[in-house]
């Protein structure tokens, strides 16, 4: 047996697994997109770019999307970065690892619990009854964008922290010691060798985030309260609800060109900074 | 800096001190804490839907994740040695299968298979006409399996590849030219190499087919697994017990998580 039968062998029952549930099942999706709705739900053949044309009768749910995946990624990275920073630049060696651990811990527990926790702390009787006693009355915070959002950034924190926290802990400490020999100011230091030396790591914690975000369902579902819905709330009440195989399977289509352009040219912008960073002298 | 360290420290943690909290909390309501119990972990370990769908979930999570830890080391193994165009599609592939959000992957095997035993079904029952019972395909535990088992095994891919490639290359030349097999080779140089990275992909592959609810959601048929027992429980009014069911899966697999932790440091100082 030769070695490139004997490798093929080898990927053989991997390629046809992914041929029959991924490229199949997607396949199936994108000439459903084309066809038509049974009287009785489900899908009839047919070629029509009807079910495209009606997706602004979705607008809503896309729009929530487009506004709360990236909200979300960004205020992740907001509170990650100076975590992560604390934990790889400031932490000695001896605390770090657990502390990382501490950080990764929650994220191998179940979204769908942790989310649930939420639905206490932001109801009736959490914080609104707390803010009450100081005064503040009749606060309304679950089902709401903010308890969405709130939801988003404590699912998915762990996920930034840990590329961050990677690229800065590859970067040499001496940099820095060096930077402010030299007279650079602790905020130049930051702008100038810090924050460049970790575009890497926030480009990939941003990129996981934002993919995961886009197809969320879990989050809105419990915490929007049918109120904030995301393009996974639509396709869940479009699948399992009103059978309409046809119109969600367009949704699910559009849902996946959105990503891919998104992700396309967040990529190109990264990449060119990254190309403008090799450019600098010293660097 | 050190507070505001501790203070996401308070935010990753409190929702998960007040799950357990409110677990052995002795009234009914889930939001009121009425005295110490533990009354709704007894109740939740003698449910029997509770029970019946952690049966589901610990049978769909082993039997995918070893499929895919399986597969999922051949392919990657296989794909060293492949360049060329097909290389490039099949990259493609297992770069799809990891990017497609959950709820699409769901959706699509969801349509796909039910139009497929549409079709297959009648096919089945005239072949089988004579026998009492006809084979009738149906979405249930199968195809959860398969379905999770293709989203894990392009994570096992992806992990294994990984560690390879860092290995790959001398050390096989060397065994080779010592007269070793190639499956010698593999079983005494390249697999005890990446058994670390096979047992981390075996680990994530089970964690995310325990978790995942989204794909089980459309999959799984009228089968019933423990993340949609309480999603399902949640929409009904929440109760102590899901905290309860929460808490003992957490620590579940927090136990998990350090074993694994351990066994890991043990190979690689070995």
Known sequence: MTQSVRNWLLAAPAGAWLLVMLVLPLSVVFVFSFGERAPSGGYVPAFTFEQYANLPARFTAFKNTLLLAPLGTLAALLIAYPLAYQLAVRTSNKWKTLLLVLVIVPFWTSILIRSYAWIFILGGRGIPSLLDVIGIEDMRLINTQFAVLVGIVYGYLPLMVFPIYVSLDRLDKRLLEASSDLGASPLSTFSKVTLPMSISGIATGCMLVFILLMGEFLIPALLGGGKVFFVGNALVDLFLQSRNWAYGSAVAVMLIIIMLVTVTVYMRLISRLSVQRDDAPLM | ?270
């Open chain 2, 1 to 270: 800096m050190r507070i505001y360290a501790i203070c996401v420290y308070v935010f990753l943690y409190t929702p998960i001190a007040i799950i357990a909290l409110f677990s052995f909390s002795a009234g009914r309501s889930a939001s009121q804490f009425e005295g110490f119990s533990t009354q709704w972990y007894g109740r939740a370990l003698s449910n029997p839907f509770v029970m019946d769908a952690l049966g589901n979930s610990l049978f769909v999570a082993l039997v995918s994740a070893s499929l895919a830890s399986v597969l999922g080391t051949l392919a990657a193994v296989g794909l060293q040695g492949i360049r060329g165009p097909a290389r490039a599609l099949f990259d493609a592939i297992i770069y799809i299968a990891v990017m497609i959000p959950g709820i699409v992957i769901g959706i699509a095997t969801l349509i796909a298979l039910v139009t497929i035993f549409d079709v297959v079904n009648p096919w089945l029952a005239t072949i089988w006409s004579t026998s009492e019972k006809p084979i009738r395909l149906s979405m249930g535990m199968g195809s959860l399996i398969a379905a999770h088992t293709m989203f894990t095994m392009a994570l096992v891919i992806i992990i294994v590849r990984a560690r390879l490639s860092g290995i790959e290359g001398a050390l096989s030349e060397a065994s080779a030219d010592l007269y070793a097999t190639p499956f010698g080779t593999f079983s005494q140089i390249t697999l005890p190499l990446i058994a670390p990275a096979i047992l981390a992909g075996f680990l994530l592959s089970f964690t995310f087919s325990f978790d995942d609810f989204i794909i089980a959601f459309f999959v799984a048929g009228s089968e019933t697994t423990l993340p949609i027992y309480i999603f399902s429980s949640i929409r009904r009014g929440i109760t102590p017990e899901v905290n309860a069911i929460g808490t003992m899966v957490m620590v579940a697999s927090l136990i998990l998580l350090v074993i694994a932790q351990l066994i890991l440091r043990r190979s690689t100082k070995s």
